[in-house]
Nanobody
Framework: QVQLVESGGGLVQAGGSLRLSCAAS????????MGWYRQAPGKQRELVARMDSIGSTNYADSVKGRFTISRDNAKNTVYLQMNSLKPEDTAVYYC?????????WGQGTQVTVSS
């Protein structure tokens, strides 16, 4: 079992930055992959960024060059640095952990980008 707690969401103007944090309840070395997803009103949940256990990353095309996923193993925490935010980035952002064969989700944190 893995509990995930997100923080760092909020309201920011277009062009601004936010950093989301996701604290895991266990050593993230033991987790196969962790990532961030988002869901905007009326839309499906989509992958934003993902990092596997050896540090390989992948990003949605819409955030490449603006968002960066990283982790601090000592703190069992994964981060999402979001720069050059756009109104279309507005969504609830969810932390995700995949530890075979299970998937775990955080409660979500709201990010709102005003134009």
């Amino acid at each position: 079992q893995v509990q995930l707690v997100e923080s760092g969401g909020g309201l920011v103007q277009a062009g601004g930055s936010l950093r989301l944090s996701c604290a895991a309840s266990r050593n993230i070395f033991s987790i196969n992959a962790m990532g961030w997803y988002r869901q905007a009103p009326g839309k499906q949940r989509e992958l934003v960024a993902r990092m596997d256990s050896i540090g390989s990353t992948n990003y949605a095309d819409s955030v490449k060059g603006r968002f960066t996923i990283s982790r601090d193993n000592a703190k069992n925490t994964v981060y999402l640095q979001m720069n050059s935010l756009k109104p279309e980035d507005t969504a609830v952002y969810y932390c995700n952990a995949w530890k075979v064969p299970n998937t775990y989700w955080g409660q979500g944190t709201q990010v709102t980008v005003s134009s």
